[in-house]
């Protein structure tokens, strides 16, 4: 019987002891995931992004990056405080395996979890692509690479791409003409084909029923009106005389007079520091030159203002054939319905030229 009790207790003592260590197993248990909890939260929510002066900033990640070129971007511009948290958390979202190209905007104080989140969706922010002033392709193409991911090469070959230029009805003289200057939001990792069949696009738009409607009542087709534009863009950057000018133009044509545009002769000679165009300079043999031939030129000499392609559409005529710059050198014109009130209005304008010693 004695045994009996004395075994009973020391099972009773085993008993407590069992239940004392599960107790201590739990609270440890506890305090490791509390503890792993706590740090697991650091890495994934607790702010990992610094930015300078705590401004958003636009980081690019380029077709084809894999992992380690988008550390680069994020690294060099010192964007993440702890670099090893993040790369734990995003191997652990499987982010190396879904990165997507394109602009995207970083803000001050993102956590892991939110840069990647961000990152791997894809939702990039457009860009505001402008261009204007443009003299050429080869000058739109440089323009336009400094604000997509194409670059210049690849958007030149495009632009002279014959079954790209055949599906739009272009040719080389004329592939200019789809391009009409203003603000545009594209996605910067487009491609030189996804930027022309845009403006092939916006081109389309903005030649609309009552623009096209102008152009026929005229007589004249879509790249002729481009192409007097842009005569017309180089003549005068003062647009409030940009129809009177164009309707000498106009005048012109419907006589059947030589244009004898300043601007084709040195788009001709392509030098574009000839302030005074020679006698010399009117023998050049190109069909630019319109001191020699009758007509249009074959395409337009630079990339026309909207305010141009307006002007030669509803141009204004005054029944003026001939103009000049006017001699106070303000950039406006004089304009002359006879070639002797002309030549008069050239002569004051000559010599304030030689007045400042302008030569050539």
Not at 6 to 25: C, E, N, P, Q
Not at 286 to 311: E, F, H, Q, V
Request: charged share 20%.
């Amino acid at each position: 019987m004695a045994y009996y009790h004395s075994h009973y207790g020391v099972t009773r003592k085993k008993k407590k002891s069992y239940v004392k260590y599960i107790v201590w197993l739990f609270v440890v248990i506890a305090i490791i995931a509390t503890i792993g909890g706590y740090f697991l939260y650091q890495i994934i929510y607790k702010p990992n992004v610094w930015t300078p002066d705590g401004k958003k900033v636009s980081i690019y990640i380029s077709t084809g990056s894999d992992f380690d070129d988008v550390k680069k971007v994020l690294f060099e511009k010192g964007l993440i405080v702890h670099r090893n948290n993040f790369i734990w958390w995003a191997d652990k979202k499987n982010y190396p395996n879904l990165i997507k190209p394109g602009h995207y905007i970083i803000e001050d104080n993102m956590n892991n979890d939110d840069l990647i989140k961000l990152l791997r969706s894809g939702n990039q922010v457009p860009v505001n692509v402008i261009f204007n002033n443009v003299r050429d392709i080869y000058q739109l193409a440089g323009k336009v690479s400094k604000q997509i991911e194409a670059d210049s090469v690849a958007l030149v070959d495009e632009f002279n791409d014959p079954v790209s230029l055949s599906s739009m009805g272009l040719t080389n003289n004329t592939i200019s003409t789809i391009f009409i200057p203003d603000t545009y939001e594209f996605y910067w990792n487009t491609s030189a084909k996804g930027f022309v069949a845009r403006m092939h696009e916006e081109y389309l738009s903005f030649w609309n029923s009552t623009r096209t409607n102008k152009a026929t009542n005229m007589g004249m087709t879509i790249p002729e009106i481009i192409t007097l534009a842009s005569i017309v863009e180089k003549e005068t950057n003062k647009v409030d005389e940009k129809p009177l000018l164009a309707g000498v133009y106009i005048n012109r044509l419907e006589k059947g007079w030589r244009l004898q545009a300043d601007p084709t002769l040195i788009y001709a000679l392509n030098d574009y520091s000839i302030k005074r165009v020679l006698n010399e300079h009117m023998d050049l043999d190109s069909p630019y030159n319109t001191y020699k031939y009758g007509g249009l030129p074959p395409g337009p000499i630079c990339i026309p203002s909207i305010s141009s392609i307006d002007a030669v559409l509803n141009y204004k005529n005054d029944g003026y054939l001939y103009f000049c710059a006017k001699d106070d050198l303000s950039g406006y014109h004089v304009f002359a319905k006879t070639n002797a009130q002309h030549n008069r209005n050239a002569r004051k304008y000559q010599s304030a030229l030689n007045k400042l010693r302008i030569y050539k």
